[in-house]
């Protein structure tokens, strides 16, 4: 008889090896729902416009008692692939948690008896594939998709570009034109990449333009390719908290949740106050992105400031990438916000410790040093810098990031080369060969957060009976490290409720007074400090008293049994009973 683990280990797909697509990522979460219909429930959140599920795990057994939960998502960018393994990384590990015996446990990134014990009291919401749609273009078409492959805008009149397959080879690449007036020439260290064209350089210059045809097409003007030019929506531009329309933020959609996506991830988001913490995977960079988004640090709440910071501690030591503030290094223009993206709405509106995580440091890989601001990598490549990615594209990734031009003829711009690059693998994405190390850094760093979760216990502290009338006195503690308000930044949320206590007392029993049937208890802290917070000073570290404790006292006539539920939406409810 196989063990549990052996089992799990035999449903693997591949993930962490290649990239699926939407039929093998399908395979895969039904293998572990039907395997372990104890501990995995497979959802469908949403339908796609093209009619693919939205495919979404809970791991945990009882998967409908409210209690802590983390979530993770990936590949709501359609070419960022990685983010999908990681996340089923993040599912399988969280089923390994449960399955693994106390003695075979112990091998899970690691992570102590008692965190992995915690750890088995916390939900784990898993969305691998926020765009299948997406995810299954760029995989079998090569072609660029920012989210999902669709445009619903009515303004058609003018010329615009759509991405499709020229040479017949079944990709949609790019395509250059030789053209006096071109802005790129094609690097003389690296074969078939273009650069961008300086004065010093000698022709050929090149037009270069998306693989496709022009719709409303002149016969002379050829229309600028835009950011999302047939693909108008970026997911995480969708997102309500702060969304602003078009033309103020590109790719906003027609308005918040206007898509099957983001409309299944904000409903489910709302129907569940306790995700506590939320990882939104994208691909590109090798950095974690915290908030906030919009201001600098100086107005982030300064316990909240210090929960981050040892999270972005952990992380860096675990995955290598740092954490940095979406505002202080994050915006390509200072004074100018990104709007309506997930992890701010996760942040701001679901009160949860949300980030992002770009999965892949090519940057790094080919030596690039860290420039002050983060975004800078982005923007700040050299032609030395350029060449080292050929290089290493050749050397780490079996030169398939630069490609062939290969002749075509197009239909409206006659002779044409088709191909240069192909930046699904190695570029976008890490290489397959690194997906196994990129998933296993990323689990270790995310199960260490949720391992914060905020955990109610209730015991009994003091009993005493006098004539018919028995006096029971509970204590309600947080052993968690999190405070059940989770962030300071959340207290005002309507859904960061404070815990109460409903007490029905049965049989023979009746509670003296009426109103010991709802007993509000407020928040308990946890005892975590963060990371240099104030209150950590080593020289002068004191608790904060005790309050991660609350003691309410019940008085009840006769004989019976006192039936408590004690907690709150958002870190979830324990029972307890008091024989009278
Ligand atoms: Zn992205």
Redesign the pocket.
Known sequence: MPSPLDRLAALDRGFRTRYLDHEALTAQVRAWSEAFPDLCRLRSLGETLEGRPLWHLTIGPDPDRIRPAVWVDGN??A??LA?SSVALGLAEDALRLHLAGDDDGAALHHLGPHLRDRLRQVLVYVMPRMSPDGAECVLKTGRYV?SAPRDRRANRQHARWVTGDIDGDGLALLMRVEDPAGEFVESADVPNMLLPRRLEDPPPYYRLYPEGTIENFDGHQVPEPNFLSDNQTDL?RNFPYSWHHEPEQTGAGAFPGSEPESRAVIEFAHAHPEIFAWLNC???GGVFIRPLGEQPDTKMHEEDLAVFREIAAWSEELTGYPMVSGFEEFLYEPDRPLYGDLSEFAFHQRGAIAY?V?LWDLFRQIGMKRPKRFVDYYTHMTRADLVNLGKWDREHNRGRGFIPWRPARHPQLGDVEVGGVDPRFGLWNPPEDRLAEVCAGQSAAFLRVAAMAPALSVSRVAREVRGDVTRVALAVDNTGYLPTYILQAARKLEHNEPLSIDARALGGAELLDPAAARLAVGHLDGWGRGLYGSATLILHGQSRGNKSRAVVTYHVRGHGVLELRIGSCRVGWIDHREEV
């Open positions: 709501m960018h070419s960022e983010g920012r995480n994208h691909t590109f992002v770009e």
